[in-house]
């Protein structure tokens, strides 16, 4: 099927204004992961879902970060009260789960973040 | 912590050629995956190869096959063959139990006609 969609594809916010970033994971996927990648950088962890269930959010940056999956499938990342620092290409990315084995990421395109 | 080190920013290769991408890893676990990403211009990661810690043999994918060297913490991959299209961002990660990959900085590719 279909891979891994993000929506919007660009964001720019004004300091201080709320973001809502969108993840649709490949259909069946159990598994969805957030990612950062700032400019030049490869891409930092920031949380990971196994269906609605949030089993690692260690990488989220503050508590003005907030990403959700309430039944499992889409999940949205939450920006609150942006700033210049969260400028950054936000990567979402979907897995299987298959016990006793680590299942490949497969990521979408991407959002670009530009705060102002 | 987990750590993964690719130590060449940038590297070029003449069309056809053959180039190595180095990369170097740092883990305590003994059952980790290791994966090479490719991301062109468009953003969009790809994954090239995987390679699996337990397993001695060095995974291979048409044109893109991999050095793992287990005691040195060594994961390099080869280009053979190189190609316009392979131009782009490659990424050398690590993924173990947690589940979240670790990534290198990444090193450019440009290919020369």
């Known amino acids: 099927g279909a891979g891994v969609s993000q929506s919007p594809r660009y964001k720019v916010a004004k300091r201080g204004q709320d973001v809502a970033l969108r993840c649709d994971p490949i259909?069946?996927?159990?598994?969805l992961f957030w990612y950062q990648q700032a400019l030049g950088q490869g891409p930092e962890f920031l949380t990971y879902f196994q269906n609605e269930a949030q089993l690692d959010k260690s990488g989220l940056p503050s508590d003005r970060f907030f990403a959700e999956r309430p039944e499992g499938s889409v999940s949205t990342l939450k920006i609150q009260r942006t700033q210049q620092e969260d400028s950054a290409v936000y990567l979402c990315?979907?897995?299987?789960?298959?016990?006793?084995?680590?299942?490949?990421?497969?990521f979408g395109p991407g959002t670009r973040l530009l705060v102002l | 912590a987990q750590t993964v080190t690719q130590s060449q920013p940038e590297m070029s290769v003449q069309e056809a050629e053959t180039v190595t991408l180095s990369c170097t890893y740092d883990t305590s676990e003994s059952d980790y995956y290791l994966f090479w990403y490719k991301q062109p211009p468009s953003r969009q990661m790809i994954l090239v190869i995987r390679?699996?810690?337990?397993?001695?043999q060095n995974a291979t994918e048409n044109r893109f096959s991999v050095n793992f060297q287990k005691a040195a913490k060594s994961f390099s991959l080869k280009i053979s063959d190189s190609q316009l299209g392979d131009a782009a961002m490659y990424f050398c990660?690590?993924?173990?139990?947690?589940?979240?990959?670790?990534f290198g900085q990444g090193t450019r590719l440009t290919i020369n006609p």
């Open positions: 990315a979907s897995s299987l789960v298959r016990w006793g084995s680590q299942e490949t990421q497969y």
């Open positions: 259909s069946g996927h159990v598994s």
């Open positions: 390679q699996e810690a337990y397993k001695q």
């Open positions: 990660a690590c993924l173990q139990g947690a589940q979240k990959l670790v």
